[in-house]
């Protein structure tokens, strides 16, 4: 499991990899987050509880980023650790997303501030199982 941003023109790229899709969104979780402070410098002393529901996969995903990014800033938090859980909902038809966001008060000395991050876009935004059975979730973020 791993996470890493790309390259886009105006915006940041972001994306998770892992070998389920929720490892894949807590992956890319900890990149948006990485994106805007030094995630290891976080420490998991608080978990706030989200959730999303969406008819696919890319919706559910981009819902799931923008709540994060709304708890992040309505409770001054920062987070570093996730545990995402999706489940569907077949009389719905849609999908239910659960998770949990560890993190702590945001400390603009301790967590080295690098930009903000304003939301989750549809741009670029794929999520998929690759070649290699690994799960990617990404998308262009607004900073």
């Not at 008819?55 to 992040?72: C, R």
């Not at 549809?122 to 059975?133: I, P, Q």
């Amino acid at each position: 499991m791993t996470f890493q941003t790309f390259e886009h023109k105006a915006d940041i790229g972001i994306r998770g990899i892992g070998k389920t899709k929720e490892k894949s969104f807590e992956e890319s979780a900890k990149c948006l987050f990485n994106v805007q402070v030094d995630i290891k410098k976080i420490k998991p002393l608080k978990k706030i509880l989200i959730s999303a529901k969406a008819e696919n996969l890319e919706e559910i995903f981009v819902e799931f980023l923008n709540k994060l990014i709304t708890t992040s800033a309505i409770k001054e938090m920062v987070f570093g650790k996730f545990i995402v859980y999706i489940k569907e909902n077949k009389s719905k038809k849609q999908l239910e997303l659960k998770a949990e966001a560890f993190g702590e008060k945001l400390n603009i000395t301790k967590h080295n501030i690098k930009v903000e991050v304003k939301a989750a876009t549809y741009g670029e935004l794929r999520v998929y199982l690759d070649k290699d059975k690994n799960w990617i979730s990404q998308c262009i973020v607004d900073v």
